[in-house]
C-alpha cells in the first residue's frame, strides 16, 4: 500500500473532522501547519500529530504529497496554487475559492494532478440514493420511481455564530459561500445544468450577534432564497440562512408518482411516496433508514483512493466545482 503524507493548513474546528477521517486509512501520515503557530502546536499536541511552525515548512518537505487545505476561502487560492506549483494534489473545504477567476488559475495549474473541494453531502447514503433516482433527468428523462420530476426544495439552515470570519464579507462569509454552496451542489448533481437563475430574497437580519462570548457587528448576508430553472425542466427552490437557532437539512422533489424527501438528520425521516408502485417501490410511504456514517471519514478516503489510483475523484471533482462557481457568480451578479 502506497504511504501518503499530508500537510493539513489550517487548524481550526474543520480540521478536527478531516483529521478523524484521515486517521483511519492506513498509510496515511499527517503534519499540521497553521498561520498562527499556537493554533497548530494546540492541535498537534492535543491530536498526537507532527506540527510546524511555519507553513511554508509544509511545502518545502519532499515528503508531503497532497495538501489539505481547511482555511478561510479568501486564503483557498494561494495555497491551492502554491500546492499544484510545488506538484502536489490538493483537497479544500467548500467553496473551492471565491470566483470563477481565481477556479480558470487553479484549473491551468492542475496539468495531471489531483483536485477535490469537500462537498460533504454528496457522501451521505440517502443523498447517494437520490442521485440513483434522478440520475436520468438531466438527460430529459423520467425518474423510474418519481416519473416525470417537476421541482424540488432544498433547504439548509444553520445558526452561525461560531467564527467572526463566517459573518464578514470581507473574509468570506455569509450564507452564501458558507451554506447555499452546499445545496447547489446537490442541486446541479442530481439536475444538470442550470437554464434560468433568479435570487429572490438576500439580506442581513441579524447585524449583531455574540461571537465567543463577545457582541459583534457583522455585515455579510445571513438569509438567501433562491430560484432555478433547471435546463431538464425541474424547477428548483434553494434556502440557505445563519439564524437557524438548530442545524437543519433537507431536500425533497416532487414528481407526477410521488415525493422524495431526504435529510442526513437522524431525527427526520427520509422517505420515498409512491402514488403506484414503481421500480420495486410500492404505492404508499417507504421510510428509508441508514446507519449513521462519518462522511468525513468516507470523504477523506475518496480523496487518498484517488490519489493512489491517480484518477479523478468519483464525485466533488475539480471540474464539478468550476461548473458550480459558474452559476455561483451569476448568482452573486443577480
Not at 198 to 206: A, E, G, I, M, P
Not at 230 to 244: F, K, P, R
Not at 289 to 298: D, G, P, R, S, T
Request: aromatic letters at 8%; one cysteine or more; charged letters at 25%.
Amino acid at each position: 500500500m502506497e504511504h501518503i503524507k499530508i500537510g493539513l493548513i489550517g487548524c481550526g474546528k474543520q480540521a478536527l473532522k478531516h483529521i478523524s477521517g484521515l486517521r483511519k486509512i492506513p498509510g496515511v501520515e499527517l503534519v499540521l501547519a497553521d498561520i498562527n503557530p499556537q493554533v497548530a502546536e494546540k492541535l498537534g499536541h492535543k491530536e498526537g500529530i507532527p506540527w510546524v511552525p511555519d507553513v511554508k515548512e509544509i511545502y518545502n518537505d519532499p515528503e508531503v504529497k497532497a495538501i489539505d487545505i481547511c482555511t478561510p476561502t479568501p486564503f483557498h487560492v494561494g495555497l491551492i496554487s502554491r500546492a499544484l506549483e510545488t506538484g502536489r494534489h490538493f483537497f479544500c473545504e467548500k467553496p473551492l475559492c471565491e470566483n470563477l477567476a481565481e477556479a480558470r488559475r487553479i484549473e491551468a495549474l492542475l496539468n495531471d494532478r489531483i483536485g477535490m473541494v469537500g462537498y460533504i453531502y454528496r457522501f451521505s447514503p440517502v443523498f447517494e440514493l437520490g442521485k440513483k433516482l434522478f440520475e436520468d433527468v438531466p438527460r430529459g428523462q423520467h425518474s423510474l420511481v418519481l416519473g416525470r420530476v417537476v421541482s424540488a426544495f432544498f433547504r439548509l439552515g444553520g445558526r452561525g455564530s461560531q467564527q467572526i470570519w463566517k459573518h464578514l464579507k470581507s473574509e468570506g462569509g455569509g450564507a452564501f459561500k458558507e451554506m447555499l454552496v452546499h445545496i447547489l451542489d446537490l442541486a446541479l448533481w442530481y439536475f444538470g445544468p442550470v437554464k434560468e437563475n433568479k435570487v429572490l430574497y438576500r439580506d442581513l437580519l441579524r447585524p449583531r450577534r455574540i461571537i465567543q462570548g463577545k457582541e459583534a457587528q457583522v455585515d455579510a448576508e445571513d438569509y438567501v432564497l433562491v430560484r432555478l430553472k433547471m435546463e431538464c425542466g425541474v424547477e428548483v427552490l434553494l434556502q440557505a440562512d445563519l439564524i437557524t437557532p438548530a442545524f437543519t437539512q433537507f431536500m425533497e422533489v416532487q414528481g407526477e408518482n410521488g415525493t422524495f424527501l431526504g435529510s442526513i438528520q437522524p431525527e427526520m425521516a427520509s422517505f420515498i411516496y409512491c402514488l403506484q408502485d414503481a421500480a420495486g417501490y410500492p404505492a404508499g410511504k417507504t421510510v428509508l433508514n441508514y446507519a449513521q456514517l462519518n462522511l468525513f471519514e468516507a470523504q477523506m478516503a475518496e480523496f487518498v483512493r484517488s490519489l493512489r489510483l491517480k484518477k479523478e475523484p468519483s464525485r466533488c471533482s475539480l471540474r464539478e466545482s468550476i461548473q458550480l462557481l459558474e452559476t455561483f457568480e451569476k448568482l452573486e451578479k443577480d
